[in-house]
């Protein structure tokens, strides 16, 4: 038997207004709205570059139930800026141990920040471009 391979695609989200969302995602990230191909449903879907992509559905009874630990993560070759960025949104940002406003360092020297959507879900992001 042949190995298949495997490539990250997309990541979906149940978001309880998906107009909002696009709009947060949007803002903070500049993410380029694209053509939801898989159905007519209210399902809206952002290009994270390189053919990954954010799937925002809707879901406005959803309880959503969340935890750092459960996130996902972007990198970026302009961290500082980013993390600018946000304090200019006003979005409230925490290192992992839940520091407001700080950055941390892990181990590896790679530096990240925390900060949450608007439903709630985690995201991180970092310096860990190749």
Do not use: C
Request: no cysteine.
């Amino acid at each position: 038997m042949v190995t298949p391979s495997f490539t990250f695609n997309h990541i979906a989200l149940s978001v309880k207004d998906v107009d909002e969302s696009i709009a947060f995602y949007q803002n903070v990230f500049h993410f380029k709205e694209i053509k939801n191909t898989a159905s007519n449903s209210k399902t809206r879907w952002l290009s994270l570059g390189e053919g990954k992509q954010l799937h925002l559905i809707s879901r406005p009874d959803a309880i959503i139930k969340t935890n750092k630990a459960v996130h996902f993560a972007l990198a970026t070759n302009d961290f500082g800026s980013f993390v600018k960025h946000l304090a200019t949104l006003k979005i409230e940002y925490s290192d992992w141990r839940d520091t407001p406003h700080k950055d941390y360092i892990r181990k590896d020297g790679i530096r990240q920040v925390y900060f949450q959507d608007l439903n709630g879900y985690w995201i991180e992001v970092n310096d860990a471009v190749e």
